[in-house]
């Protein structure tokens, strides 16, 4: 087996395991490749943005397994997976990802529903009488 480079990525309920291994350039997301999986240029851009800065991506196979979430948070998953990957492979890499924004996390969850309310926080409306 040849030698790959894990990184594992994490947005909302997403959770995306991202291997990068030396090859002829496929990309391929849960046995699918990239434009099949992500349709939409958004979504495409999101995914491929570490690469940018890696310059060349035609040398390396990506393989993805992405689960949960939605389309948004699972490309946002995959995004930080590849730069967290790429930064095993090459620490030199580090502030260049950083300054992109690429190797840091979104935190953001979606808030619990509390009892007596509608939502997260909205409240029934208030009736007078």
């Known amino acids: 087996m040849a030698e790959?480079?894990?990184?594992?990525g994490?947005?909302?309920s997403a959770t995306a395991r991202v291997r990068i291994t030396k090859g002829s350039g496929k990309f391929i997301i849960n046995e699918k490749t990239?434009?099949?999986?992500?349709?939409?240029e958004r979504d495409n851009k999101t995914v491929t943005?570490?690469?940018?800065i890696l310059g060349s991506n035609a040398n390396y196979?990506?393989?993805v397994l992405v689960k949960g979430g939605g389309v948004i948070?699972?490309?946002?998953?995959?995004?930080l997976g590849l730069a967290r990957?790429?930064?095993k492979m090459d620490p030199e890499l580090r502030m260049e990802l950083s300054h992109a924004g690429l190797l840091s996390r979104d935190a953001r969850e979606k808030?619990?529903?509390k009892p007596g309310l509608k939502g997260a926080r909205k409240a029934p409306t208030y009736t007078k009488r």
């Open 49 to 52: 943005a570490p690469l940018s």
């Open 4 to 8: 790959y480079f894990e990184g594992v």
């Open 34 to 40: 990239l434009e099949e999986y992500f349709p939409t």
């Open 85 to 87: 990957a790429i930064l």
């Open 61 to 63: 196979d990506i393989s």
């Open 111 to 113: 808030e619990r529903k």
């Open 10 to 12: 994490r947005r909302k």
């Open 73 to 79: 948070g699972q490309a946002d998953s995959v995004s």
